[in-house]
């Protein structure tokens, strides 16, 4: 079965999601119609800016973990004022939503790539069910914002609801849940350890003596003959 790790990026995926579709249903539709659409494409565009400024300098030293949580603290503090805000406001809060969403989606692949190799789940039946939540999520979050867009009789109290509820669901995610802190030199450990644990298991199916696993391991580190005859003495 699917491990707690897996579970629990799906769950904080699929919230994630629902934010995002409402935010982006939200904040398209109000755009397009004041002049605003500047802020929603910035919000998909700087994502990369920061992607690049992780990848390169600061995965080493924060987690993904560390980011989420930082990004859940920012996406409640958003919500919390966004159905009291004119729309110019609204805009603006919307287009942080989307922004935040839109880094962590892309962290995402690398977290759930990790989990899914330290775990030794079924990379594509995995990577699939946590994808699956991302579009679940992201569905559920247009259908609220339609809603919101389209009864004018009760789609203020539709969105004021909706928000708030975000946010308790976020309070009792970050007071309760505990993510696997994967920086790059976790990731890089469990590639290791996923590795020799492969190794060990062909060893295991196919009886090897402790001396063949070794010439098994330099051979699959692309070691040749000459190499191997020196490191193990044979």
């Not at 569905?139 to 539709?158: E, K, P, R």
């Not at 492969?198 to 070691?223: C, F, M, N, Q, W």
Request: glycine share 6%; hydrophobic share 50%; charged share 15%.
């Amino acid at each position: 079965g699917a491990s707690r790790a897996f579970k629990q990026l799906s769950l904080e995926l699929f919230f994630f999601s629902v934010v995002f579709g409402l935010a982006l249903c939200i904040g398209v539709s109000f755009s397009l119609h004041n002049q605003g659409q500047g802020f929603v494409w910035i919000a998909l565009g700087l994502p990369g800016v920061f992607l690049l400024l992780y990848c390169t300098v600061l995965n080493r030293h924060i987690g993904t973990a560390t980011v989420s949580r930082v990004l859940l603290s920012c996406i409640a503090a958003i919500l919390l004022p966004l159905p009291f805000l004119d729309t110019f406001w609204r805009i603006v809060c919307c287009s942080l939503l989307i922004f935040g969403f839109t880094c962590y989606d892309m962290l995402s692949f690398s977290v759930l790539a990790s989990i899914i190799r330290a775990e030794s789940l079924r990379p594509a039946k995995y990577f699939a069910l946590g994808r699956f939540a991302n579009a679940i999520g992201v569905v559920i979050g247009w259908i609220v914002g339609s809603i919101v867009l389209l009864a004018s009789d009760f789609g203020d109290a539709v969105f004021t609801t909706a928000c708030l509820s975000c946010v308790f669901l976020l309070v009792v995610i970050l007071t309760f849940v505990r993510w696997p802190d994967y920086t790059a030199s976790r990731i890089e450990d469990d590639r290791k350890n996923y590795w020799k644990q492969s190794i060990l298991e062909i060893a295991e199916k196919a009886d090897l003596s402790p001396r063949e696993t070794e010439v098994l391991e330099l051979l699959s580190r692309g070691r040749d003959t000459e190499y191997i005859h020196d490191v193990l003495f044979i």
